[in-house]
C-alpha cells in the first residue's frame, strides 16, 4: 500500500483525493499540518489560487516540513497553483514581477495566467516524456516559459498566440504540471508517482 498524501488547504484537493482512493493499492490523506506528512509516501499539490496556498503553507508551518519532503527524494505532483508554488520563479502575464512567495524548490520560471480569463480554458492532449500523452485541463493556468540547472521540461503545447510553451517539468523526484489531470479523471501522471513511491 502507497500512501500518498494531498495538500488539503485550499484549491480542488478533493478532486485529487477522490480520484486517490479509487485506485487500488493507494491510501489516500489530506495533509493540513506537518504531523500529517509523516509516513506519507508521495504528495500531490493542487490547483487553487496560488498567493493564498502560499500563505497558508507559512501560517500552517508547512514550508521546512515540505522542504525537507522533497529533499528526502519522495515523489511531489504539483498542478497548476501547485506547479507556481514549487517554481523558483514566477511573473504574471499583465503584471510581470510578482514578488510572490514560492517554496522556491524547482528551477523553473512560471508565468501566471498566460491564457486570459476563465472563459479561455480549454482542454488539450499533451504528451509528456516518460509517462506518455495525457488528457489535460488547462483554468486560468501557468506556462513553464523556461527550465535551467537539474529541471527538464517534459511537455509541450504550440498555441497561436504564445507559440509553443512548456507545460509540465521534471526535477529529479519533483513533477510540475500547469494544468489540471484530475478534472479530466487521467491516471497516468497518479500512477507515475505511486510507482516512483513503491521503488
Not at 504528495?43 to 525537507?68: A, C, D, N, Y
Not at 519522495?74 to 497553483?81: S, V
Not at 523558483?88 to 523553473?108: K, P, S, W
Amino acid at each position: 500500500m502507497v500512501k500518498v498524501g494531498v495538500l488539503a488547504l485550499q484549491g480542488d484537493y478533493l478532486e485529487h483525493y477522490q480520484l486517490l482512493r479509487s485506485l487500488s493499492g493507494v491510501e489516500a490523506v489530506p495533509v493540513k499540518h506537518p504531523r500529517e506528512l509523516e509516513g506519507v509516501d508521495a504528495l500531490v499539490i493542487p490547483g487553487g489560487e496560488s498567493t493564498t496556498i502560499g500563505l497558508l503553507v507559512r501560517k500552517k508551518g508547512l514550508e521546512e516540513p515540505l522542504k525537507q519532503f522533497a529533499g528526502e527524494g519522495k515523489p511531489i505532483l504539483a498542478t497548476c497553483a501547485g506547479a507556481i508554488l514549487l517554481a523558483r520563479e514566477v511573473v504574471d502575464r499583465t503584471v510581470g514581477e510578482t514578488g510572490q512567495y514560492t517554496l522556491g524548490l524547482m528551477d523553473i520560471a512560471v508565468v501566471r495566467n498566460a491564457y486570459g480569463r476563465q472563459r479561455d480554458s480549454f482542454i488539450a492532449s499533451v504528451t509528456l516524456k516518460d509517462i506518455g500523452e495525457v488528457k489535460a485541463a488547462f483554468i486560468r493556468a501557468p506556462i513553464i516559459a523556461r527550465a535551467y540547472g537539474s529541471a527538464e521540461i517534459i511537455g509541450f503545447l504550440d498555441d497561436p498566440t504564445l507559440g509553443r510553451h512548456g507545460v509540465a517539468a521534471r526535477q529529479g523526484n519533483m513533477y510540475a504540471v500547469t494544468f489540471h489531470p484530475e478534472i479530466t479523471g487521467d491516471i497516468k501522471l497518479y500512477k507515475h508517482i505511486i510507482q516512483q513511491a513503491g521503488r
